[in-house]
């Protein structure tokens, strides 16, 4: 099942970025396919609706869609290897927990979206300080990192039930349960440099670093034998992966399963070797929530909140993989 | 290339030392087998030797130069580590298993060049699995597994590998493949240390052998004139004896007490 | 001896009609029987809605603990408010009911959320204090509750509740007769937002009633449950002619109309972008004021056609339900979006 050939190669190049054109023309206001072809090509001829709609409201957001499929599966597939357990999803960490637990704090007192997304990125941050903290002073070997994910996790999650708790149930609660529930509705311009910046940066780094991360895949005594600085790796590693997966959640709200999925499907393509899965990964990442994203905003008037979208395709995708993956467990003894 | 050990010592917590006072020479081309009762020290042991921990005091020299005052990946590009079987948990395939072990020569963001691939196929090779390169890691046999960590070793440049028990859960005839690729290696000139329980193996398979025991490599030298009763019993805590099997060679049987007439009942 | 006839025969006369008259059973809006004491002198209500259908009925001095609709702290209370309910930091409360509490006010009748507060009604309910469960989306759901709080406040409250239900039945007859030339066509298309730029309501949900009572359309009637999170690119779809804004929330006309992404609209480039004024309750919200609220839209809809003079709907109104008198300012305010 393993392809190492070139066709490949191209397929995962090229599946992005048909599928961010194609989500273009895609929306619940119908628009010519000529009409936004000339608006992509900045030709005259289109209303100014048109180019509106296509440039302010479907372009950040379908970008957005990329960035943020990429960055949760990259880092999934990085902590995967990372951590030695291909159960792990980028969220492991209590990242997550934390952004959610800051976006719901922030809602308490605005509706402003930059305000929003500032919280829950600096309290995803937070848990994860604490998380290195606590690698700090007990070692950080990836048993004490997860532990303190957990750790960590569940107490902003604790945090975040006393917020939901004081919340107005007529207008606040809704709007963080719907926030937990992830979307990229009026995702705008001004939304998003902070996400490009932060992608622009940290994915080049797992690209650079991915022959590394074959490294981390055996014990840490294999590795540092092989002249590997084994916590410092580590360290930079959770690092920068963090801060893509807080960009990402910052903006678009905790969405599951695809740090989870992404990987697995990326690893059963082109095998486990970092160096193809970290990029498969981006791709199959980016082009997934890109296509979500289009269902989620043309399929019904109302949106459909994309947790719930990667959800519903998440869980049985992982059910074949897993017995898939039983299945050669079995052939295997 | 001859790794030394001077009088090292190292302990995990002050109060408690795991190694003493331990001397030993792993020449060129040279096949030692290290034994020695569980919990003795034989894989700090081997840990201290690879540069991976600081003795408490001695030390651990390569051709003469301190190991702790070369780079990490110098180290890396002289010795190697095979540890204990593993379960991997990726179906890397043997040649990208092996091609882990450039690491040392790789830049920070290596990538792998047609040249690192032909070390790598070399190393193959020379353990005799060229035919398993591209099948699934997870998918060789056990002693398959072993040799593909030897070949990573190799790939590294090591001239000298350290492996911990290499054959403890094979069966015969892959602990036989396992340790006459061992010997043929060590016969062009690699030099290996190895943990083992087997006394018998050291017997069969070493040009040295040394008793951890105490702390201390005290009794060492060539097996067939070191493993004797007494240094067995001192090491294990149990009675041996030595036979002789046919073609000259000999072996070492546990001394069980038995009735007299075994075959009667 | 006469006189011993007379009055044992008396005694037990007055002690019969004073036991009759304890108690009476009434089912709530969840279905349930409840038996009431009659007539009710302390109340409790934990109902943000229902308490407004309390002095409506004229019983608000009978509140002991009352909670106000999207009034969490004396901080959200408007000084109209304030000065309508004198004892409003007295009375206001919020957040889930203590059952302890509602105990120690002395409580004789608690008015509750038939959605949120079935667990705590039968808590009560175990301890003897009858629960009132309220459930109105609808304007038929409303009358009923009104009657319903009318049953257990007394005669007085009973008429009160006839007077203002053929008032609310009036401002929709007024309303139907000034737009009955209107052809279906020609209805204005309104969207009512919440309290962000893409929440919208459903078809379910009371404000569609009475935007319909108000004479429009609402163009997110095909949705359902309660709020919408809708995108961009659908409200465009609906190009509503009219946007409102509820009393509630932090968005203003201006939020819609100076952004450029919602320029296009028809509503936008006519400038018929209006928030709801609130004087004392939400006029969007299943109680009596939003009787005003259907007067509210449908002049702000058909400010042509409709003949009812605004203000002195809302003077009338809170005289009558709330005897409450509106400064010239606060009169402005209501009747000038």
Redesign the interface.
């Known amino acids: 099942m393993i392809e190492h050939n070139r066709t490949s190669f191209w397929v995962l190049a090229l599946l992005p970025a048909s599928a961010f054109v194609l989500a273009l023309f895609l929306?619940?206001?119908g628009i010519h396919i000529q009409d936004t072809v000339r608006v992509l090509l900045g030709l005259d001829g289109p209303s100014?609706?048109f180019r509106?709609?296509i440039l302010?409201?479907?372009l950040p957001r379908v970008l957005a869609a990329a960035c943020v499929g990429a960055n949760l599966s990259v880092v999934g597939a990085a902590f995967q290897g990372l951590f030695r357990n291909p159960l792990v999803d980028s969220r492991i960490l209590g990242v997550s927990s934390g952004a959610a637990f800051g976006a719901a704090l922030a809602l308490l007192f605005t509706?402003q979206g930059m305000i929003i997304q500032a919280s829950a990125f600096v309290f995803a941050m937070a848990a994860i300080a604490m998380v290195m903290l606590v690698g700090v002073r007990f070692g950080s070997s990836t048993l004490v990192l997860v532990i303190g994910g957990i750790l960590v996790g569940a107490l902003f999650n604790s945090f975040l039930g006393l917020i939901k708790?004081?919340a107005?149930?007529?207008?606040t609660l809704?709007?963080i349960t719907?926030w937990l529930l992830g979307?990229l509705?009026?995702t705008q311009w001004v939304d998003l440099p902070p996400l490009l910046v932060i992608t622009g940066l940290g994915l080049p780094f797992f690209m650079l670093f991915r022959w590394r991360l074959n490294l981390l895949t055996v014990s840490d005594t294999e590795a540092m034998a092989m002249g590997i600085r084994v916590k410092l790796l580590r360290t930079i590693i959770v690092s920068i992966g963090t801060l893509l997966v807080a960009a990402s959640v910052a903006l678009a709200g905790t969405i599951g399963w695809i740090g989870l999925v992404i990987p697995h499907v990326a690893r059963s393509w082109v095998g486990p070797d970092h160096g193809r899965l970290i990029p498969a990964s981006a791709a199959l990442g980016a082009t997934t929530l890109i296509l979500l994203d289009t269902i989620a905003?043309t399929v019904l008037?109302?949106?459909i909140?994309l947790g719930v979208l990667t959800g519903l395709i998440g869980v049985p995708a992982f059910f074949v993989l897993f017995l898939r993956f039983l299945r050669t467990r079995g052939e295997a003894q | 290339m001859n790794l030394t050990t001077t009088e090292l010592a190292f302990a995990y917590t002050p109060e408690r030392e795991i190694l003493s006072c331990v001397s030993l020479s792993l020449e060129m081309g040279q096949v030692m087998f290290i034994l020695g009762a569980n919990g003795t020290g034989k894989t700090t042991l081997l840990e201290c030797m690879s540069g991976l921990r600081s003795p408490l005091r001695g030390s651990v020299t390569v051709d003469g130069r301190d190991m702790h005052q070369l780079a990490v990946r110098t180290r890396a590009q002289n010795i190697g580590l095979v540890p204990q079987m593993h379960e991997p948990v990726f179906e890397f395939t043997v040649a990208q298993a092996v091609l882990m072990g450039r690491a040392p020569h790789l830049g920070l963001f290596g990538r792998p060049s047609k040249q690192d691939h032909q070390v790598v196929g070399q190393a193959i090779e020379s353990v005799g699995i060229h035919h398993l390169a591209l099948r699934p890691y997870t998918k060789i046999s056990g002693g398959e597994r072993q040799l593909a960590l030897i070949a990573r070793g190799l790939a590294q440049g090591a001239r000298c590998l350290l492996m911990d028990e290499p054959v403890a859960h094979l069966d015969p005839h892959h602990q036989h493949d396992v340790l006459s690729v061992v010997r043929q290696l060590a016969d062009d000139g690699f030099s290996f240390a190895i943990t083992s329980h087997l006394p018998n193996h050291a017997l069969l398979y070493g040009d040295w052998v040394a008793f951890l025991t105490d702390r201390e490599a005290r009794v060492q030298g060539v097996p067939g004139t070191t493993i004797t009763e007494q240094s067995l019993r001192t090491a294990y805590s149990m009675e041996f004896e030595i036979v002789e099997g046919s073609s000259g060679s000999r072996a070492v049987l546990p001394r069980l007490h038995r009735k007299s007439n075994p075959t009667t009942w | 001896m006469t006189k011993l006839w007379i009055a044992v025969p008396v005694v037990l006369l007055c002690a019969f009609a004073v036991m009759s008259q304890t108690e009476t059973t009434i089912t709530d809006q969840s279905g349930q029987s409840v038996t009431v004491p009659l007539p009710v002198e302390t109340i409790v209500s934990v109902h943000g809605i229902g308490t407004y259908y309390v002095y409506a009925l004229g019983a608000g001095d009978r509140l002991a603990i009352a909670y106000y609709?999207?009034v969490?702290a004396l901080s959200k209370a408007s000084e109209a408010m304030l000065r309508w309910e004198p004892r409003l930091p007295d009375l206001l409360s919020f957040?889930?009911p203590s059952i302890e509490e509602l105990v120690a006010s002395g409580a004789q009748l608690i008015m509750a959320d038939g959605s949120?507060h079935v667990a705590v009604a039968e808590q009560l309910r175990d301890l003897g204090i009858p629960v009132v469960l309220y459930q109105a989306e609808t304007p038929d759901e409303l009358k009923e509750a009104v009657t319903l709080t009318a049953a257990f406040l007394g005669p007085e409250a009973e008429t009160q509740a006839t007077a203002f239900i053929t008032d609310y039945d009036r401002m929709i007859d007024a309303v139907s007769l000034d737009l009955a030339l209107l052809d279906e066509g020609s209805r204005a298309r309104v969207l009512f937002i919440?309290?962000?730029?893409?929440k919208v309501i459903s078809g379910e949900m009371y404000q569609t009633h009475l935007i319909e009572a108000a004479g429009g359309v609402s163009v997110?009637r095909?949705?359902f449950g309660?709020?919408?999170?809708?995108?961009?690119?659908?409200i465009?779809?609906w190009d509503p002619e009219i946007i409102v804004i509820p009393p509630?929330?932090?968005i203003q006309p201006a939020d819609i109309l100076e952004n450029?992404?919602w320029?296009?609209l028809s509503a936008v480039q006519s400038g018929r972008v209006h928030r709801m004024p609130r004087m004392i309750a939400p006029m969007d919200t299943p109680l009596p004021e939003s009787l005003l609220g259907i007067a509210w839209m449908a002049k702000v809809f058909y400010p042509e056609l409709i003949t009812l003079d605004l203000a002195e709907e809302v003077v009338r109104f809170y005289a009558d339900y709330y005897q409450f008198t509106l400064t010239a300012e606060e009169l402005d305010q209501m009747t000038h979006p």
């Open positions: 929306g619940r206001y100014d609706v509106a709609l302010r409201v479907r509706s708790y004081v107005d149930p007529l207008s809704p709007a719907y979307s509705n009026a905003r008037p109302s949106e909140p | 609709i999207g969490k957040g889930d949120q919440g309290t962000s730029l893409t997110t095909e949705l309660a709020w919408n999170e809708v995108n961009l690119e659908q465009l779809l509630y929330g932090l450029p992404d320029q296009s």
